[in-house]
Each structure stands twice: as structure tokens, then as C-alpha cells.
């Protein structure tokens, strides 16, 4: 049944959302004052048991979300890029098209760290870098393309029912055009070719389909590379 109201009680006498808020603050607390981290296994079951799970409401998952994105520094580095490869990416595209806007930050929080250790990107000082959402600052060292997980940022502009999430979206995919390493400054044409190529292809299937909703979506990340 619906959870989403936090004074539901399911068992003890502390309202359901909250004991799952207290445990993870608990969970939180131990591996920022000890030399432990949350190991592969224990992310997969915990990603497994909210976001993946059909039955968690979205307010379970939001606060999820929220632990996971802002507690990836006290996780195996490993697990980060496994969970991202063989649990996010693989999500149906009705998962990817119900994300809100905390569940988009988590995905690519996990789509940054998983390239970084890929040598996809780099993260970067806040002074080095411009992006126009609320994501860390990046470079890009690889053509995006070939990004894991690249694929997903198209279906999820596409397919997301928040717009908030949809202009998060918009603003990632500029970024992953725009913020490049030095080494890749000779490459910016052929970069963003390729995304309007792709913007593009989409933009004919929707107007074929008569899709103005999806349209007006690609039209937008359209104007935001060309401004």
C-alpha cells in the first residue's frame, strides 16, 4: 500500500519512511568514521531492494536516490561501475521514463564515476568547468559516444514524464558536448555534429509519428547546443 504519507507505521512505533531514513543516516555515520566501504554486494542489495524494486513507492526510492548520490565517496569503486553497467543501464525504458529529478542526479552521478574509471572523463574543479545543471563538473576525454551509458541520456530526453528531469537532461548532453579536455579541442566539431545527427534522426521519426511533445524536446536541445 501507499507509504508515501510519513506517519505510516509498519512495524515499531516510528513511521516507515523515517526508520529507513534513520537507518541509512546510521549506515551513513559508519563508513564516514571508519575505514570501511559499502562493498559491491551490499550496493547491489541495496539498489536492488528500492530503485529496482516494482513494489517500493517513490517516496522509498527518492530517499534512495538521494542517499546513494551524495554517498558515493564511502563506496567500492568497483561496485559503483558494476551496479551502473549491470543494474542502470540495464532499467526498462519505462523506469528510465518515470526517473525524477533526484532519481536523474543518482543515475548520472554513478554515468560520471563509472567513465571516470574507464578514462571516459575526468572530474574537475568547480573553476575549471561550466555544466548547466546540478551535476559535478566534468571533462570529457573520449568521443561521448562512446560513453557507457551514453546511449540511455537519449531515451530518457525522449521518454521522461518530468520536465525537470527533461531539462536536466538537455543540459547534461550540452555538457557532454561542450566540456571537453583540451585534447579533444580539435574534435568539438565532429562531437557536436554527431549529437545533432542524432538529435536529428529522432526529430524525423517524431514528426513522422506526429509527436509534437517529443518533438518540442529535441527542438529545445537543439537551440541549447546552438546558443
Request: proline residues 2%; aromatic residues 8%; hydrophobic residues 40%.
Amino acid at each position: 500500500d501507499d507509504v508515501a504519507d510519513d506517519s505510516v507505521v509498519l512495524c515499531s512505533r516510528m513511521p516507515h519512511l523515517k526508520q529507513i531514513e534513520l537507518r541509512l543516516n546510521f549506515l551513513r555515520f559508519i563508513l564516514h568514521n571508519s575505514s570501511l566501504v559499502l562493498s559491491l554486494e551490499q550496493l547491489q542489495q541495496l539498489w536492488d531492494m528500492s530503485a529496482a524494486d516494482a513494489t517500493a513507492t517513490d517516496a522509498e526510492k527518492e530517499i534512495m536516490y538521494t542517499w546513494m548520490k551524495d554517498q558515493t565517496s564511502v563506496m567500492d569503486a568497483g561496485g559503483i561501475k558494476h551496479v551502473f553497467e549491470s543494474k542502470m543501464v540495464q532499467m526498462s525504458p519505462q523506469w528510465l521514463s518515470q526517473l525524477s529529478k533526484n532519481g536523474f542526479l543518482c543515475f548520472t552521478r554513478f554515468f560520471t564515476l563509472s567513465n571516470e574509471s574507464q578514462q571516459g572523463l575526468i572530474s574537475v574543479d568547480v573553476t575549471d568547468a561550466t555544466t548547466g545543471g546540478d551535476f559535478a563538473p566534468f571533462q570529457v576525454l573520449r568521443m561521448p559516444k562512446t560513453l557507457t551509458g551514453y546511449e540511455a541520456f537519449w531515451s530518457i530526453l525522449l521518454h521522461a514524464s518530468n520536465e525537470d528531469v527533461v531539462r536536466e537532461c538537455i543540459n547534461f548532453l550540452t555538457d557532454l558536448c561542450e566540456n571537453l579536455a583540451p585534447e579533444l579541442t580539435d574534435e568539438i566539431g565532429n562531437i557536436r555534429t554527431q549529437c545533432l545527427e542524432t538529435c536529428t534522426e529522432h526529430m524525423r521519426r517524431l514528426l513522422a509519428e506526429k509527436d509534437t511533445e517529443r518533438t518540442g524536446r529535441c527542438i529545445s536541445l537543439l537551440e541549447t547546443l546552438l546558443s
